[in-house]
Structures are given as structure tokens and as C-alpha cells.
């Protein structure tokens, strides 16, 4: 396999999975058709694993929240919703989405224990080098009851395949977004999570063939549809985890 190569800008050269990254790529965010275009697509699967509230003043922990994408499919399920994150460029544009924004690492998050009715964890778990205490600090945020989803990728040959030598080369995925040395083994997250006292399922997810190719023929075109939900590929259930996976589950108590 080739080496990852690194991010490159007009004026740095980043290491894989460098934070800063995120600040040279914060006009994409919002993009339908930019960078970070399949983080809106899962965002929305994500989004359909939560219920509605079932109390008033609910609270939703989002980790690794970035610029706020799952903000508007929460929109009308009657959570707070709050964000976590280390880059500041993200939270200005979350805060502008309705996101109450805390900068901080997702493995030291300055919450209080059991605040949480549901904690997101999407597309976070691969890019920190110390998943296991991003994932007790999960379950903390938790409150007995609460509902953690997830989505990351597996620490598969496959996976490495898919992400890395095929994904980044597509318009949709940044060079060197990924270090794959960090994807999640997802037997070891399941067994990890158990551990902090919730019962994580697993499905393997993927975007649907014919829609992830009509998107990139209109935006080849230049004609992807900016308005949310029109022309995003749905994410899939697959049978294989193999690559990337969505888990869900309730913390006991």
C-alpha cells in the first residue's frame, strides 16, 4: 500500500489526521458539495437512530460535533443540543446552527457525570489517538437510560482499502483527513462500552451505490442541489462491518 500522503495548503503541509486541517478546510463545512459532503449524509443516518425527547430540558452531547451538521435533522426532537470540539472554526459555525459549543477534547469533556440523555459520537472515534477514554467518556456524559450512537470506521485491511487508497482519492473525502493506525476495532469497542455499562449494536453502514454515483455526476456537472436533503445519498445498512459501522445502545442504571 502507498504511504498516507499528507494535507496539503497553499502555505503548510499537515501530518495525517492533524487537527489544524480543520481550520485550512472550515469554508467547506457547509458545502453540499465539498469536502466534507458524506459527514452531512451520515449526520442524517445518525440522526434517525434518535428519538424523539421523552422529557423536558433534554440534553444531546454531540462529540467531535465539528461545524454542527447534525444540527437541522435534531431540529423539532426537543433536545439541547451541545457540542463538543478542539477547533474553534467549527464552533463559530455550530454556535451560528443553534449549538451550544464547549472547545474541548472529547476525552476530557468538562460535563457533568450522567448530564446527558443521549451522546453522539459520529465520525469522531478513528480520529482520536486515545479512542478507549473518548468512549468512557461517553458512557460518563450518560445518564441510566441514555442512548449513545455512534458511527467510525473499522481497523480492517478493508477498511484502510476503502478509506483511505479509494475514499481519498474521491472529490468527497480530504487527503490525509485519516490516519489509519487510529480505526476502531469495532469487536473492541463493543467490548469497551460494555465495560462503562452500555450495550452497544452494531450494523455495518455504506452510502447507496446508485445515489453516491448520481451525486458525483451533478456535482462534476456543478449542479448539486445546496437545499438539505435533496440530493444526498442515503447511508445504507450493509451486513459486513467491515469498513464502516453505526453502533447504538442504552447506558444501564
Given at each position: 500500500m502507498r504511504e498516507v500522503a499528507p494535507v496539503s495548503t497553499p502555505s503548510r503541509v499537515l501530518p495525517p489526521n492533524d487537527p489544524r486541517q480543520y481550520d485550512d478546510l472550515a469554508g467547506e463545512w457547509w458545502r453540499p458539495d465539498g469536502a466534507f459532503a458524506m459527514l452531512h449524509w451520515l449526520a442524517r443516518a445518525r440522526a434517525a437512530l434518535v428519538p424523539r425527547a421523552s422529557r423536558r430540558d433534554a440534553v444531546l452531547v454531540d462529540l467531535g460535533c465539528g461545524a454542527g451538521l447534525l444540527a437541522p435533522h435534531l431540529a423539532g426532537?426537543?433536545?439541547?443540543?451541545?457540542?463538543?470540539?478542539?477547533?474553534?472554526?467549527?464552533?463559530?459555525?455550530a454556535a451560528a446552527h443553534g449549538v451550544t459549543v464547549v472547545n474541548a477534547d472529547v476525552t476530557a469533556v468538562p460535563l457533568a457525570d450522567g448530564c446527558a440523555d443521549v451522546v453522539s459520537a459520529g465520525e469522531v472515534l478513528e480520529h482520536v489517538p486515545q479512542w478507549r477514554r473518548a468512549v468512557a467518556e461517553a458512557c460518563r456524559l450518560l445518564r441510566p437510560g441514555g442512548l449513545l450512537v455512534l458511527d467510525t470506521l473499522n481497523d480492517t485491511l478493508l477498511a484502510r482499502l476503502v478509506a483511505v487508497e479509494i475514499g481519498e482519492r474521491l472529490p468527497t473525502v480530504p487527503r490525509g483527513i485519516h490516519d489509519p493506525r487510529l480505526f476502531v476495532d469495532a469487536r473492541a469497542l463493543v467490548a469497551e462500552c460494555a465495560r462503562h455499562g452500555v450495550e452497544l449494536r452494531l450494523r455495518g453502514i455504506r452510502p447507496e451505490l446508485t445515489g453516491t454515483l448520481a451525486w458525483l455526476l451533478?456535482?462534476?456537472?456543478?449542479?448539486?442541489?445546496?437545499?438539505?436533503?435533496?440530493?444526498e445519498p442515503r447511508i445504507v445498512p450493509t451486513r459486513s462491518t467491515a469498513v464502516l459501522y453505526q453502533g447504538h445502545g442504552r447506558r444501564s442504571g
Open positions: 426532537k426537543g433536545y439541547r443540543h451541545v457540542g463538543v470540539d478542539l477547533t474553534r472554526s467549527a464552533l463559530d459555525q451533478r456535482r462534476r456537472r456543478g449542479a448539486v442541489d445546496g437545499r438539505p436533503g435533496r440530493t
